[in-house]
């Protein structure tokens, strides 16, 4: 097999690691390589057709994930050196590229390395006094290998408009927008049980805080907060013991969906998202999305008629008039144009896409 597809790791079950499956059985004759499989991935990784083969192995195995990705990339990727195409994603991935001696080299960029760029100083910030100088040193050297390793790149594709913007102010490269694949088949419009829908993670950056606070005052309403995460005894204690605000807990895939159909609205608040998944899932299954408008929801969610985009920071006076004009809004005419949407963003327009240009 001379084509190859390769990831950082197998994670979790999150959005970069469904966009590698989908690219997986979209393109059966492409060898799919990763560094490793995680336990919590695995439910994903049954699910699917693709076979995933790692790297890992020997003394490296025994190095924290990061580090273990970095090498096994950079020096257990021999078998690329007479590859015909290779498409490479991540952060660690693109090091394998200085085993390519021949072919194509393409790359499907999430997001660049925040930690080592936009976020840097308060990545910095969060490490003990004493380890700040020896991250210091990693990130400048980890620039430098990376910006070379996607510098040798024939072509470059970004998630967003927003991840394009991003990678172009901090390495010069520009890129081609590629939307990532949405599996909006599986949504659908099942009822509106009233309720609120926050699918977020669970840590600080994605603002969760502000939707608990502001249902706090809207005891009328109801909130679900269905994902976890490090902050979740942080908003439960906020959220005290308001009947109005329920914490689920991450939940299976077909648990997922059924709240989604169910729900009244979807509201997601992040800081600067690089694309978003789970606007486009909302609006799949007809619900309206109560948004931020900056990052990736200002190419996903449209003013008025699939949703609302409130002024960043969101406040929580914001955010409950936001819920107060959705009370007024929801209804048939909104659904569908949600779901019109959510379509442009679907998995059958990403494997187009890719097939277009990879073939």
């Known amino acids: ?203 600080p950056n994605k603002r969760v805080d502000v939707i608990v606070r502001a249902f706090l005052q809207m005891p009328e309403r109801s909130l679900v907060v269905l994902s976890g995460g490090p902050e979740l005894e942080r908003l439960k204690a906020i959220a005290g013991e308001s009947p109005n605000i329920r914490f689920t807990g991450w939940q299976a895939d077909d648990a997922l969906r059924r709240w989604v159909g169910n729900a009244r609205c979807v509201i997601y608040l992040p800081v600067d998202e690089d694309f978003g998944m789970s606007p486009v899932e909302a609006m799949a299954a007809g619900k309206p999305v109560i948004g931020v408008a900056e990052g990736g929801l200002l190419e996903t969610v449209v003013p008025a008629e699939t949703g609302l985009l409130l002024n960043p920071p969101p406040s929580i006076e914001a955010l409950i008039d936001a819920v107060e004009e959705m009370e007024m809004s929801v209804g048939p005419t909104l659904s569908e144009l949600c779901r019109r949407r959510a379509v442009l963003f679907s998995e059958k327009q990403f494997i187009q896409s890719m097939k277009k240009h990879l073939g």
């Not at 695995?42 to 273990?68: C, F, M, N, Y």
């Not at 020096?75 to 690329?80: E, H, K, V, W, Y």
């Not at 490479?88 to 499907?108: I, N, W």
């Open 1 to 203: 097999m001379k084509n190859y597809l390769l990831y950082d790791f197998m994670q979790v079950a999150g959005g970069a690691e469904r966009v590698t499956l989908t690219l997986a059985e979209a393109f059966p004759d492409f060898q799919t390589l990763v560094s490793r499989c995680y336990p919590d991935a695995q439910p994903l990784l049954d699910a699917s057709t693709a076979q995933v083969q790692e790297l890992r192995g020997g003394w490296s195995a025994r190095l924290p994930r990061i580090l273990e990705s970095m090498w096994c990339f950079r020096f257990r990727a021999g078998r690329l050196h007479d590859a015909h195409t290779v498409l490479y994603s991540g952060f660690y991935a693109p090091l394998a590229v200085y085993q390519q001696r021949s072919g194509r080299r393409f790359y499907y960029c999430h997001t660049i390395p925040r930690f080592a760029y936009d976020l840097y100083d308060s990545t910095l910030a969060g490490f003990p006094w004493w380890l700040r100088p020896f991250y210091a040193i990693f990130v400048r050297w980890f620039r430098k290998q990376y910006e070379a390793a996607i510098g040798r790149m024939d072509r470059i594709f970004v998630n967003s408009e927003n991840v394009r913007a991003r990678l172009q102010r901090y390495t010069g490269l520009d890129a081609e927008v590629v939307y990532p694949p949405v599996a909006i088949q599986h949504f659908r419009f099942l009822a509106d049980e009233g309720y609120y829908l926050s699918t977020a993670r669970l840590v």
